[in-house]
């Protein structure tokens, strides 16, 4: 596709549930990132990915939070026993460096989580 | 570790008039890139401009500019001959060249006002 595709773009779960957010970046870029966006306030940095593996998790809040890239490009972000401190706009974003050469993100429109 | 601040949580200016919005970062790197999101309530984030530290001259994208002050680790963005599409919610950003990693500020909301 032409941009960052984010699916679903709102989701409703109940607290402990798991739910999977998926994110198809813009072709050929090999960098991908998660961010997680609580109401007025910045982007929270979770992960990046440089291809297949994750370059920095440092963002990731605890174990209930994983994220996958396994071909280099899908990546989906899988979050376990979800807490209802887990609602949140979580947004993916595309770049075709990243790292050291780290030009424009691409955003995709987020994902609105919102658990009960 | 890095950090961006974003002293302004709202801001409105008059159509067609400027306004300069602020942001300050701290980091021991000397290499590094600084940006400025637009996030609109569609919610997708929009690159505005972007600086990279090593160049001495703030860059400048038709309507919106820079002034990069290093030594100061400063970053504001004027917004000239504003328009009611400008009216948004502003980033601050910055990214390490040796991590990749883009650390946001907390944001500014700008409104326009007709």
């Known amino acids: 596709g032409a941009g960052v595709s984010q699916t679903p773009s709102n989701k409703v779960t109940e607290k402990g549930k798991y739910v999977e957010l998926r994110c198809d970046p813009i072709?050929?870029?090999?960098?991908l990132y998660w961010y997680r966006q609580s109401l007025g306030q910045g982007p929270e940095f979770l992960i990046y990915?440089?291809?297949?593996?994750?370059?920095?998790d440092s963002g990731l809040p605890n174990d209930r939070f994983f994220a996958v890239r396994p071909e280099g490009s899908v990546s989906t972000l899988k979050i376990q026993r979800t807490e209802r401190g887990d609602s949140a706009v979580y947004l993916c974003?595309?770049?075709?460096?990243?790292?050291?050469?780290?030009?424009?993100?691409?955003f995709g429109e987020g994902s609105r989580l919102t658990v009960l | 570790a890095q950090t961006v601040t974003q002293s302004q949580p709202e801001m409105s200016v008059q159509e067609a008039e400027t306004v300069t919005l602020s942001c300050t970062y701290d980091t021991s790197e000397n290499n590094y890139y600084l940006f400025w999101y637009k996030q609109p309530p569609s919610r997708q984030m929009i690159l505005v401009i972007r600086?990279?530290?090593?160049?001495?001259q703030n860059a400048t994208e038709n309507r919106f500019s820079v002034n990069f002050q290093k030594a100061a680790k400063s970053f504001s963005l004027k917004i000239s001959d504003s328009q009611l599409g400008d009216t948004a919610m502003y980033f601050c950003a910055f990214v390490s060249s040796n991590t990749g990693k883009l650390i946001f500020g907390q944001g500014t909301t700008l409104q326009v006002k007709p």
């Open positions: 072709s050929g870029h090999t960098a």
């Open positions: 600086q990279e530290a090593y160049k001495q």
């Open positions: 974003a595309s770049s075709l460096l990243g790292g050291a050469n780290t030009g424009e993100l691409f």
């Open positions: 990915f440089q291809g297949t593996g994750a370059a920095d």
